[in-house]
């Protein structure tokens, strides 16, 4: 799963209340439970684990990771395309360029002999720059009340020309504009480093993190809102800053999609109804990313194999496409690069897609996306036919009785290129970096005042970082939602119909066209 805005938050990415009962929106479409049942039973945590050590084996033979531009990712590929080859699929390995970015030694701020705990922008160049710490002449502190309204950086006034006879760091203070723009604005005005300190409202005063959006010439770390203070009031401290990273802008890194044969599509009644049942391949550098996304990936890989061994493929409503994105921790940019790609007809054919990212979090929570938006006042909803998908997780849950709750449509994950362009969607998630509360422990064990997953987006996110009955519990929720949408004859509106909107395509075009602004990270 792709990093929230301030990596190091703990912020929970839930809305509404804890709940174990049913939304009130209409219930989802329906399958032969038998049919469904068949597939749940045949999708087993074995099954799903066998998966995850070949990925675990994998990043142990790859310098610990499977990221991708890296080759653990492509070893991953080439394991799932043989994995869904002997299960039948046609599989296209779908190629595309992507900025590969990864840090290849720590980052360090040194301060008066002391080093200063700092997080590496995504995209920052390599440098080790010894000057005064300047700040720019519009900082605010304390900070105003609203956030992301501090200017600090956004206009190339805002700096003191850098003094001439020496290196020299800027400090910007993260607010109104991207952060690409304080960067360049910073290099304008002849600055050799720069540093971005957060701007100190409830929730953002940790170290910050983001991306720059393309790599950059100069060395980009980002520090506390306390720390940033701390400098401002020194006047100009003398700091280091010391990078060390690789930058590609035109790396080429692979989507994995996965189609039934032909042989099986013809005898299929709806062909134009199309669900596209998706998860990140990719881990971070800094680990082998067993839970993220290694869990996802496993579970629906599973899925498509015994989808085929079960035989229901042959009892089908509608196509089911499996697809494994690439690069989604750099910015869902495969599922970006595959939604931008499809033709006029290919995109409306695209029935819903159904999205697993994170479903084996050691102390982990039932999360389900809230298609229909109805959790909190400020939710937004999913396009039609979301809330159905919802419904079918939630009503699988209610059925076992176990408790689950919404999470939002954040744009963390690969629904989001799907539902910028009118296409439902829906998934499960068992969280990230948030912190489990005491309500939630109440409901699914664990331990209260800790994240979800300790591990997240680290080294330790190994085979320990599983949690088996999340493993148990998410991949049948799983399985059972891939059997009912392509198994059932009645469709995700009320009158049964799906039918795309004739506009959809005019809408991709114009959802893409800033595709980065769900990322958040970037300002």
Same mark, same amino acid.
């Given at each position: ?7 190091? &938050? ?5 809305? +509404?209340?804890?709940? @174990?009962?049913?939304?009130?929106? /209409? ?13 749940? /039973?045949?999708?087993?945590?074995? +099954?799903?684990? /066998? ?12 310098? +610990?990771?499977?990221?991708? *531009?890296?080759? +653990? ?25 992507? %900025? ?24 920052? *160049? ?16 304390? %900070? %105003? ?34 952060? @690409? ?51 401002? =009031? ?11 990273? =690789? ?47 290694? &869990? *996802?990936?496993? *579970?629906?890989?599973?899925? $498509? ?30 599922? =970006? ?51 159905e998908i919802e419904q079918v997780f939630t009503g699988y849950f209610d059925k076992k009785n176990l408790a689950h709750e ?44 800790? $994240? ?30 891939? $059997? ?40």
């Amino acid at each position: 799963m792709k990093k929230a805005v301030i990596a190091a &938050s703990a912020a929970v990415l839930t809305v +509404g209340l804890v709940s @174990a009962s049913p939304a009130q929106a /209409k219930p989802g479409p329906a399958a032969p439970q038998g049919q469904t049942t068949k597939l749940t /039973k045949a999708v087993t945590v074995n +099954g799903i684990l /066998k998966h995850l050590r070949q990925f675990q084996a994998i990043a142990n033979r790859n310098d +610990g990771n499977r990221a991708s *531009g890296l080759p +653990g990712y492509e070893a991953s590929v080439n394991y799932v395309t043989r994995e869904l080859e002997k299960s039948g699929y046609e599989v296209t390995k779908q190629p595309f360029q992507f %900025p590969f970015f990864q840090e290849l030694s720590p980052t360090t701020l040194t301060v008066g002999g002391e080093e200063v705990a700092s997080s590496i922008f995504t995209y920052s *160049g390599s440098g080790n720059v010894t000057g005064p710490i300047v700040p720019t002449n519009d900082v605010q502190i304390p %900070p %105003p009340a609203e956030a992301g309204t501090t200017d600090s950086g956004c206009e190339p006034a805002d700096f003191e020309p850098a003094p001439g006879d020496t290196d020299a760091i800027a400090l910007v203070q993260r607010g109104a504009c991207d952060f @690409a723009v304080k960067v360049d604005n910073a290099v304008a005005a002849g600055y050799d480093a720069v540093i971005v300190f957060n701007e100190g409202q409830p929730g953002r005063t940790d170290a910050v993190a983001g991306t720059l959006g393309t790599p950059k010439d100069v060395p980009v770390t980002g520090i506390t809102y306390e720390q940033g203070v701390a400098f401002v =009031e020194a006047g100009t401290p003398t700091g280091t800053l010391v990078t060390e990273v =690789e930058a590609d802008p035109n790396r080429v890194t692979w989507n994995v999609i996965a189609d039934l044969p032909q042989k099986k599509l013809k005898k299929i009644k709806n062909k134009d109804q199309v669900v596209v049942v998706g998860a990140h391949l990719d881990s971070v550098a800094e680990g082998p990313g067993i839970n993220d996304n290694g &869990s *996802g990936s496993a *579970g629906i890989l599973e899925i $498509a194999k015994q989808l085929s061994a079960t035989k229901l493929d042959k009892k089908l409503q509608r196509p089911v496409r499996f697809a494994f994105w690439g690069a989604e921790e750099l910015g869902l940019l495969g599922s =970006e690069h595959y939604v931008a790609n499809l033709s006029d007809d290919e995109l409306s054919e695209i029935y819903a897609n159904l999205n697993f990212d994170m479903i084996g979090s050691p102390n982990y929570a039932r999360f389900v996306y809230d298609g229909d938006g109805s959790a909190d006042e400020d939710a937004t909803a999913g396009p039609a036919g979301s809330g159905e998908i919802e419904q079918v997780f939630t009503g699988y849950f209610d059925k076992k009785n176990l408790a689950h709750e919404p999470t939002a449509f954040d744009g963390r994950s690969d629904y989001g290129p799907f539902i910028a362009v009118g296409i439902p969607a829906g998934g499960l998630f068992t969280g990230a970096e948030g912190v489990k509360t005491e309500e939630q422990v109440a409901l699914y064990g664990g331990t209260a005042g800790v $994240a979800y997953d300790r591990c997240y987006h680290q080294a330790c996110d190994d085979m320990t970082n599983i949690n088996v009955n999340a493993l148990n519990e998410m991949g049948d929720a799983a399985a059972f939602a891939v $059997a009912t949408l392509g198994l059932s004859k009645s469709g995700l509106y009320p009158d049964g119909s799906r039918m795309m909107k004739k506009n959809a395509k005019k809408a991709q075009g114009k959802a893409l066209g800033h595709r980065h602004g769900h990322a958040g990270a970037s300002r």
